[in-house]
């Protein structure tokens, strides 16, 4: 153990080096003016995989963004271990935002400042330099293969293709996913359940053409005035959702359950300061940390229409707009809520508009066991490294793909990250911290030993 920390110390330098190097390339998948810039953040993963010594690595074309495919077999008779992380970013805007451009990294107060620096570049180079570290001693305990895609911020498209078609080689007996967050640095946690998406835009026709406020107001429907009360309509006083149908497949969880999940610490004051918010709003009956954990939620994410440029402009519009996103938790289906969302939506739209529902990506919820090996290999090689036995949570974000890899490999996964709230991934001046990166690696390296020798028995 003491050689790892020694290993990680001499080299920090270039650990870092190398992570802001490859946080310097802007590879956002949603902008297709950066498509050179995704390809080329494959192909530094693809060098970087190969100076630590991989056996083998491609960069797999798809219909979109190429995936990264890496193999170090150690034995075939070893356990072997898929990682997965992803090499896109989310675009950086709005760039103004930013106290230091999102594509030229800094490191300011130990913490990396980039888009990308925690979600997902960041996590994801941990395990190639933990695999650099495992390579030292000769050869790491087990198999580890590797599998970063370029497209999970636009929602994965193409992996499923990519998974089905190579379902054997990607042949493992687990999953590792370093993508999400801990509670704390005093607090390490892992993340044992995601919520799932479900993502729609909503177009609103009211009048052929946009008119004189003056001339038509109060006699024409306003389809912007429409769309924000058909939107408001959709949560009620006690925060629940008006779609019928809508928690019909919501697992309850039981009062044990919640009790247990009540034991992680949290602090409303330190969450609202750190937010500037006076108050916290949500689902009657639940804590903000089941708020976000076990249930499930409706986000108005963008809204838009009409005139929205400099001054006044006096304008009745034709037409509106909102992206709404809901989040969903196990066993509510992503393409049954899409189109519970899409009838509903349809039946309570006046006469005054037409309406047009789109959805655009979704995925599953998803959970991870607790008592497989893999998770008690992760949760000994949190007690090595931080002191402390990490805690499971349930994060509110999404990772689609776990879902899939269940369905498609049988696979389970570990979801293995090491990010915090406060990273701000998607948002201005997002970071990660210098600790968490190299604790990260350190983390992972013992992640392998612990799987290794408790499967190999
Ligand atoms: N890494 C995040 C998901 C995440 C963040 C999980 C924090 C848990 C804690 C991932 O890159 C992401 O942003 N996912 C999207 C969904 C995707 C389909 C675009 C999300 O959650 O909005
Ligand atoms: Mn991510
Ligand atoms: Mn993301």
Known sequence: MDHIKSYIDQNQQRFLDELLQLLRIPSVSADSKFKEDVLRAAVYLQDALKDVGVDHVEICPTAG??????????????PTVLVYGHYDVQPA????LWDSPPFEPVIKDDKI???????DKGQLYMHIKALEIMMQGGQPPCNIKFMLEGEEEVGSGNLEIFVR??????????????????LSNDTPSITVGLRGLSYVEVELIGPNRDLHSGVYGGAVANPINTLCQMIASLVDEQGKITIPGFYDRVQELTTEQRADMAK??????AYQEELDIATIQGEEGYS???????????????????????GAKTVLPSKAYAKISMRLVPDQDHEEITALFTQHFE????????????????????????????????SRAFEDAWGKKPIPTRDGGSIPIVALFEEVLGLQTVLFGFGLDSDAIHSPNESYGVFNYLKGIETIVLFHKHFAAAKGN
């Open 65 to 78: 963004y190429p995936i990264v495919y890496a193999e170090k077999i150690v034995d075939p008779s070893l």
């Open 93 to 96: 805007d709005p760039y103004e």
């Open 113 to 119: 400042y980039a888009r990308g620096a925690c979600d």
């Open 165 to 182: 078609e190579n379902a054997e080689r990607l042949a493992a007996d687990v999953i590792l996913i370093s993508d999400t967050a801990i």
């Open 264 to 269: 992680a610490p949290f602090d409303l004051e």
């Open 288 to 310: 903000t940390i089941e708020r976000t954990g076990i249930r499930p939620t409706l986000d108005v994410n963008g809204i838009w229409g009409g005139y929205t440029g400099e």
């Open 347 to 378: 039946s309570i739209a006046p006469n005054s508009v037409k309406i047009k529902v789109t959805p655009h990506h979704g995925g599953q919820p998803a959970v991870t066991p607790t008592d497989s090996i893999a998770f008690k290999a992760a």
